[in-house]
């Protein structure tokens, strides 16, 4: 019962985030459709891709928050409820930090490479600045990429560090 109460609240916060980076990519989608030069297509991909997908996937996901986390029910036992420890509370933290993560760099990945493709070839009149361009994207490809994979890393890991903490915890401590 507790571990569906979890998944709604992590289904909801998820839900939340997305909505909120969707909102936050109508500040330069909208202009550059309106007020930016003839590439309705490519502005339209952006578009869709930075705010309607993202917009669409929050909603979905705030209203089948239920039924996403009655996966749980099947695994828990209902039967006899334990209160939770502090190795459940330590695991419970480190999902929420994980799949933070993990969303934030899955969001934050697409608009940089939608920003990628639809910034337009300036000619090589200014070689520099794309060059100055190009290792900039490559230096938030990395970023992206490490907090994807430092957030998988917790996600899935998520049992083996809520024991070492606990083991890390009372390490030289007689508790016996």
Do not use: H
Request: charged residues 15%; aromatic residues 6%.
């Amino acid at each position: 019962m507790i571990a569906r109460q979890i998944g709604i609240v992590l289904c909801r916060v998820g839900a939340a985030v997305l909505a909120v980076e969707a909102v936050r990519s109508l500040g330069y989608t909208l202009p550059s459709l309106f007020y930016g030069d003839n590439l309705v297509l490519s502005n339209g991909i952006a578009l869709s891709l930075l705010t309607v997908l993202p917009g669409l996937a929050a909603i979905g996901l705030w209203v089948f928050a239920e039924r996403i986390s009655s996966f749980a029910d099947a695994v828990e036992s209902s039967a006899s409820p334990e209160p939770l420890t502090g190795v459940d509370l330590v695991r419970i933290g480190t999902a929420l930090i994980g799949m933070y993560l993990a969303i934030s760099a899955v969001i934050y990945g697409v608009n940089i490479e939608v920003a990628n493709l639809a910034r337009p070839d300036l000619g090589a009149e200014r070689q520099t600045m794309m060059d100055e361009q190009a290792a900039r994207i490559l230096g938030m490809r990395a970023s992206y990429a490490v907090q994807l994979t430092t957030g998988l890393a917790l996600l899935i890991g998520r049992n083996r560090i809520s024991t070492m903490l606990a083991k890390a915890k009372y390490a030289g401590v007689d508790t016996g």
